[in-house]
């Protein structure tokens, strides 16, 4: 309800760039609400998009979609309803979905649901920080439903993003070039399993990459000329194989458990998938012991950390790397300093439980530090004065965690450089 009374005043009770824009160029066409009764009845389509967290042995906690559902059910007007699952869920749920549906309108209406409404899926592949662009000009628009005329009701609806003929927003111009959007219609398993595959996918070439950058540090290769010299062949593309950390996120951690998990329910051992989660695991680790191995001892020593985000241009701090290394660093007996451009707020309020040191500036983190570690890739970190910095650290040893600064500057400033890849 707050959140829901936070939109109906304008705010965006989270940071994504040009959302509050967006709302704002919209208004006349929005309405927030938290009653079903005003929102169900009279609707054309759906959808429901709401959390599907991590729950146990990695499958999703579906308590969320299975409330919306029922809420959804006992409202149904007297108009065909398509109901669109927009969160991600297992496989199969689409079905799920369904009968929830139907026995709560049965229920309500002592009448057979027939016709009265149909479920799609319409899987998201937005990432965060760049979520208006990636909706307004997908590569691709999934819909999965079992029947043609719900599919139809969706392709009319994202026709003028299909076609590209709405009006561009002055603040995300369309990208030049772009012609029309392929639409990918499917049946509800397929277009359940395509997100699924597709940030599993995404996931393990990250941490592909990882693992040849554990490689290339051995061998004396540079992980950056690696990644290009791979990425620019077209079967590989350059995306995505930008070595470090490793992921977070809401998603990637998430959707790879649910992809083992849903695996294992049929008897089979998603081995690739649960492999880049190992890797993904231990970048983490990595950070701690490259330490250890430079400072010898951390009880006692202060590290830094920039960055809490589990990526640039969100406050987002779901799986974030930053807050495992901090809980490893911690454990360690080290004192933690963090910072981050925009997800100090919610770190505050999200993480209270970590004993960590709050700074309002990337300089102050790095002050009197025995390192520090860079840990989310916010462009600002590139242009600080390192050169200054370093004259008021304890020890000048950098971590660089996401392969962002310029090594070769940072060693002859004096700097000691640590890596996760070559
Ligand atoms: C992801 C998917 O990209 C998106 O399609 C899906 O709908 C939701 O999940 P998101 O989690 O918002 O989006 O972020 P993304 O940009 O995919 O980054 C995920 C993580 O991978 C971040 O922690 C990022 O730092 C890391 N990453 C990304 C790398 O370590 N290397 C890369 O080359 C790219």
């Not at 492999?275 to 191995?293: F, I, P, S, T």
């Amino acid at each position: 309800e707050r959140k829901v009374q936070a939109l109906v005043d304008g705010k965006i009770p989270f940071y994504e760039p040009y959302m509050e824009e967006l709302v704002a160029d919209a208004r006349e066409n929005l309405k927030f609400t938290t009653s079903y009764a005003e929102a169900i009845p009279g609707a054309h389509v759906v959808f429901i998009a709401v959390g599907t967290p991590p729950g146990k042995n990695g499958s999703p906690d579906l308590r969320y979609l299975e409330a919306a559902a029922r809420g959804i059910g006992e409202h149904i007007g007297d108009q065909f309803l398509v109901v669109v699952n927009k969160s991600t869920v297992p496989i199969g749920s689409g079905n799920w979905v369904g009968a929830l549906v139907r026995e709560a309108y049965e229920k309500k209406n002592g009448k057979k649901a027939n016709g009265a409404f149909a479920v799609a899926s319409n899987p998201e592949f937005l990432r965060e920080g760049s979520a208006i662009l990636d909706s307004l000009y997908p590569d691709r628009v999934v819909i999965g439903a079992d029947q043609q005329r719900t599919s139809e009701v969706l392709y009319s609806l994202y026709r003028p993003i299909l076609d590209q003929t709405f009006k561009a927003p002055s603040y995300m111009p369309r990208p030049e070039g772009l012609g029309a959007v392929p639409l990918i219609s499917a049946d509800l398993a397929s277009a359940e399993l395509i997100k699924y595959a597709a940030n599993a996918f995404l996931a393990l070439k990250i941490s592909y990459i990882n693992e040849i950058g554990q490689l290339a540090e051995k061998v004396g290769a540079d992980i950056g000329q690696v990644a290009k010299g791979i990425g620019l062949d077209a079967r590989i593309g350059t995306r995505f194989l930008q070595a470090g950390i490793g992921w977070g996120g809401s998603c990637f951690g998430k959707d790879t458990a649910a992809l083992v998990a849903t695996a294992s329910e049929y008897g089979l051992d998603a081995q690739i998938v649960k492999a880049a989660r190992e890797v993904n695991a231990h970048q983490r680790d990595r950070v701690v012991e490259k330490l250890l191995g430079e400072l010898k001892i951390l009880k006692g020593r202060t590290i830094g950390l920039l960055g809490l985000a589990f990526k640039p241009h969100t406050d987002d701090l779901r799986e974030a790397p930053a807050l495992d290394i901090a809980r490893q660093l911690l454990d360690r007996g080290a004192r933690v300093k963090v910072h981050d451009p925009v997800a100090m707020e919610r770190f505050q309020k999200e993480n209270a439980g970590l004993d960590v040191t709050c700074v309002a500036t990337a300089e102050e983190v790095a002050a009197d530090a025995d390192a520090v570690v860079l840990v989310t890739e916010w462009p600002e970190y590139r242009e600080l004065h390192w050169d200054k910095i370093k004259a008021t650290m304890h020890n000048p040893v950098i971590l660089d965690g996401r392969n962002l600064l310029n090594r070769t500057a940072l060693t002859r400033a004096g700097f000691k450089v640590l890596g996760l890849a070559g």
